[in-house]
RNA sequence: GCCCGAGUGGCGGAAUAGGUAGACGCGACGGUCUCAAAAACCGUUGAGGUAACUCGUGCCGGUUCGAUUCCGGCCUCGGGUACCA
């Protein structure tokens, strides 16, 4: 036995943990640096190949940071609560808790095998009480806070509060959906419940009634996901649209914040360019249309064009807007009811993707535009969403595509406003698509005829505000986010109700831990599972019976690990202002819009109190790829109990089998363990190509029931933790999403396996020589410093790990075993490698870890080059190289190619027309 | 539908700044060592062609002396789309 990796793992994870080598300190005269990743899921399938990904990479970046004599922390906790272990509760009866702290020991124990230098003191879990006190703490602050527009920030709601004691509510520029004006005795005059509801009107945290979907059957609300054509996936039951109390964080309040902020932080242009879209940020007016016949109905739209008013020929209100059941009239109402009844029954994205499918209906009533007095039919349609804008639409089928195919569909006309530079007006049945730039001159617009789009639209502006209908308008596309779930396995509300009144729980109260129930479900009248608790009250009232959602507890962990156990404060003053944010942040793609929206604004709200020192809570942000299963397939010719190689397959009918990757190699199958495996196998007959089984693969999600998931305590065994780290590594770029294939893992194993005997002989016995490196030697390891620091620096992990094995491949190549190479070469290793390189680092006779030892220094001197081979190319097709100094200037470099041999044919009765000089790159010659 | 990505040999992938396409690894083939095997080591390996050379980075077009790289238009796949985590 030569590389024992089960020994040195075993023997450097035990060193680690129990010299705490990578506990962090909150005091230190260091430079800080907090790395993190996304904390996991503690699902029941354990840990996959795909988490330890980014927890590697991050690591690796982690140890690198530790040799550059930072003070690093990196931390590793759970986000416990989830549907998951709540589905299994209701299944099986098994508590949540129980589910979850069993997976979560599962998770440790596969986490620690892999020698992550996590700070494991610091752990946290979303579903601890201690935790998620300070959930429900940041929680009351938000209910107790307003948005105050004037300092731009979150405000006490006492504040708010003394202002409409004195003022009223008149001077008041909140983010609020409060549109009623009353003064300071109007307010006094109020009832604590109308005072209570004008409140909920402008907290941060606030009750309001939202549309879900509702599956009266299972009792529950669905996510759009959950819902498929109309049915609920799970039983396939009738769901409806339907309207609900819930809570709300007004994250709306700081869109414009989430956008400013985007320019200060170090994120791929992708992710910042999903989150601006998601917040989608539109600049354009409110106007309000009077609905013919109904004196008291204002019907208010947001456009982005204003400027269109003149081509406005229909309006479309959404299904579920408030008005729908007072403008239809009598002999609509058939048609407007069934239709309502069937966008009821279809989810927002259903409704989103279809667009194709033209649907409407009309309700018989008329608007009546501002401007022109034009009398236009009101549409119901699904196309027009209930949450985005007002739910009502002017359509101007000439300038915008949705319109315009509703309008060809219905028959309605078409007005052209808005002309194309350059272009004559023309008649817009001859169209065959709207014209949907900003740009051009407005015709049959009356008085702003002429105009370009930019001055009408500043001018139609002008004019509604001064005419009292209407005003400019900047509209964001985030919604508020529902804060609300009818779920078990959540962090409860701190708030009871008294009188149909919500109030806060003290804050000396916390945390309210989550009740016992008889049963994980919703009660029979479609209360949610907390309202099952035995005495479920606060000071004799009763308590909410929502829970939080999963983002609650995921929006501020980074905070907590900066402080775990702190019993008075989320965090203290010291340990905020010493770790300040996060510097890199690793974690999925998947998060771009969700979590890393919600994160960001529990920061900047905390930031607003005073709490945090930063507004921005990642710094730098690096999204790993997902590592996507490699299902294996036999092919059993049907009614029979014989398989057939998979090129052999087309030759007979056959049915084609999941194999569990574990008896395949290299896609060949292990046919013993095959007929041992299952013993309907026993008997299985083959047919063979060029004496193998050949398996048939399909890249998928990995999952249990394709047999194709890889867990990495087998590899780890079999290969070492070292191996595994070094191969994800090597397996392609950290961002890409990638099939995992264990196909590769050998080369990895034998890249280290050849390190190690580079520093022993063939009795296994350490060998090091303390003669000094020749200059070739030290070409080899500064070329690999120089480029392994360079890869870091890009997270170009995969690279650095081929630089790995170019330079021991050259360094066996010279039979170099310098303690001077060695020494620096297991630093540059250490952080890949970690328990290897701790080996050898004492081997050679060092005392303590490889940790903190310094990174190496590259000096260019000894890499240098003196001369450098020039690809030579004529008219980009004729090549050949040319040896030159390194230093060469562009005449000289002329000169010595039309001197070369290989260059005189080409040259004969030609004149370069152009000599293209590049240091160090290709030269190029134009003849 | 909308938003964000990605497509390069048999496979995973490499290619500072637009400059020798295919580094490194796997697999395959050939060889050394061995009674044999394993391990290890050496060589070949994009396609076509004896060769000079030609063609090749999802498809079509453009800019350029030169495009995997930049621009325009598609196709396919992956992620997100607000209650999966």
């Known amino acids: 036995m030569e590389y024992n990796h089960i020994e040195i793992e075993k023997k450097w994870q035990s060193y680690w943990a129990e010299n705490k080598i990578f506990k962090a300190d909150n005091h230190s005269d260091k430079p800080k640096f907090y790395i993190l990743d996304m904390f996991p899921y503690p699902s029941g399938a354990g840990l996959h190949v795909g988490h330890p990904l980014g927890y590697i ?193 007004r994250i709306t309040a700081y869109a414009q914040r989430l956008l400013d902020g985007l320019e200060t932080i170090d994120w791929s242009d992708s992710v910042k360019e999903m989150q601006r879209n998601w917040i989608g940020r539109s600049e354009g007016a409110s106007v309000i249309f009077k609905v013919d016949g109904h004196e008291d109905l204002e019907l208010e739209v947001f456009t982005t064009r204003p ?340 090129n052999l397959k087309d030759q007979y009918e056959t049915t084609k089998l999941y194999v569990d990757i574990n008896i395949v190699k290299n896609d060949e199958l292990d046919i013993e363990a095959f007929r041992t495996h299952n013993p309907d196998n026993k008997d299985a007959e083959f047919i063979l190509e060029d004496g193998k089984y050949i398996c048939g693969w399909e890249i998928e999600k990995m999952s249990k029931s394709k047999y194709n998931v890889q867990n990495p305590d087998d590899l780890v065994e079999k290969y070492g933790a070292d191996t595994l780290r070094l191969y994800e590594m090597f397996l392609g770029p950290l961002e890409a999403s990638k099939p995992w294939d264990t196909s590769g893992i050998e080369g990895v194993s034998r890249f280290l396996k050849k390190l190690w005997r580079l520093y022993h002989d063939s009795n296994n016995k350490f060998c090091l020589s303390n003669d000094k490196p020749t200059p070739e030697e030290l070409k080899v390891l500064h070329k690999a410093i120089d480029k392994v620091e360079n890869d870091i620096k890009k997270f170009s992990f995969n690279t650095a790990v081929s630089t790995f094995m170019i330079t021991v491949n050259d360094l066996a190549a010279l039979n170099c075993n310098k303690r001077e190479v060695l020494d620096q070469l297991t630093v540059l290793i250490s952080p890949y490698a970690p328990h290897i390189a701790e080996e050898l680092w004492s081997l050679s006779g060092h005392k303590g870890s490889v940790e903190y030892a310094p990174y190496p220094i590259f000096k260019e001197e000894y890499t240098r080059e003196d001369t450098f081979e020039y690809p030579v190319s004529f008219n980009g097709k004729v090549r050949f190289k040319i040896n030159l100094p390194v230093n060469i200037t562009a005449a000289d470099a002329q000169k010595a190619v039309e001197e070369a041999p290989e260059a005189q044919r080409w040259l004969e009765g030609k004149t370069i027309r152009k000599f293209i000089f590049v240091p160090k790159r290709i030269l190029n010659v134009v003849i």
Not at 122 to 146: A, G, H, I, M
Not at 603 to 628: A, H, M, R, W, Y
């Open 57 to 249: 990479a991050s690591d690796i970046y982690a140890r690198y940071m530790r040799h550059k004599g930072y003070n690093v922390l990196h931390p590793m906790g759970y986000d416990a609560f989830g549907l998951p272990a709540e589905q299994y509760a209701i299944q099986t009866g098994t508590h949540p808790e129980v589910t979850t702290i069993k997976n979560i020991n599962r998770y440790r124990e596969q986490l620690d095998k892999i020698g992550f230098s996590f700070d494991w003191d610091r752990e946290v879990r979303t579903c601890d009480p201690k935790y998620y006190k300070w959930t429900q703490w940041t929680f009351l602050k938000l209910f107790n806070s307003w948005y105050n527009n004037t300092i731009d920030k979150a405000d006490k709601i006492e504040n708010l509060i003394a202002e409409f004691e004195i003022y009223g509510n008149k001077k008041v520029n909140a983010a609020t959906t409060c549109e009623r004006i009353f003064s300071s005795n109007e307010w006094k005059a109020m009832t604590e419940k109308e005072k209570s509801d004008i409140l909920m009107e402008y907290r941060l945290a606030y009750l309001a009634e939202t549309w879900v979907n509702w599956c009266p059957k299972l009792g529950t609300v669905l996510a759009n996901d959950e819902v498929k054509d109309g049915l609920s996936e799970r039983g396939g039951y009738p769901v409806e649209r339907r309207k609900m109390n819930q809570w709300i964080l």
């Open 307 to 646: 400027d269109t008013l003149w081509g406005a020929t229909f309006m479309v209100i959404a299904p579920e807007h408030d008005y729908v059941s007072l403008i239809t009239t009598p002999e609509q109402k058939t048609a407007v009811d069934e239709y309502v009844t069937y966008a009821k029954n279809r989810s927002e994205r259903e409704r989103m993707s279809e667009v194709r499918h033209i649907s409407g209906v009309f309700t018989g009533s008329y608007g009546i535009n501002p401007l022109t007095g034009a009398k236009i039919p009101i549409w119901i349609a699904d196309y027009v969403l209930a949450g985005y804008g007002t739910g009502a639409i002017m359509a101007v089928p000439a300038h915008d595509s949705r319109d315009f195919a509703f309008a060809r569909h219905f028959n309605l006309p078409i007005i052209q406003v808005v002309c194309g530079n350059g272009d004559q007006p023309s008649d817009p049945s001859t169209w065959e698509e709207s014209y949907d730039a900003k740009e051009g001159t407005m015709v049959n617009s009356g008085p702003i005829n002429g105009m370009t789009v930019k001055q009408a639209i500043r001018n139609v502006i002008d004019k509604i505000e001064q005419m009292g209908i209407g005003h400019g308008k900047v509209n964001y596309r985030l919604r508020d986010a529902i804060f609300s779930r009818q779920r078990y396995w959540g962090e409860p509300f701190p708030i009871y109700y008294k009188d149909g009144i919500p109030y806060p729980v003290s804050e000396k109260d916390l945390p309210i831990e989550l009740p016992e129930v008889d049963a994980f479900l919703p009660t029979e009248n479609g209360e949610p599972p907390l309202a099952r608790a035995k005495d479920w009250t606060y000071k004799g009232y009763p308590l909410e019976t929502n829970t939080m959602p999963g983002f609650a507890g995921s929006s501020g962990y980074y905070l907590r690990y900066m402080d775990p156990h702190n019993d008075n404060q989320y965090f203290s003053r010291q340990a905020v202002d010493y770790w300040r944010n996060v510097d890199l942040y690793l974690g999925g793609d998947e998060h771009a819009a969700g979590h890393l929206i919600y994160a960001r604004v529990w920061n900047k709200f905390l930031c607003d109190l005073g709490l945090t020192s930063v507004e921005e809570p990642f710094q730098k942000l690096i999204n790993q790829g997902k590592i996507q299963g490699r299902s294996s397939f036999v092919y059993r010719i049907n009614g029979t109990n014989k398989y057939v190689s998979y």
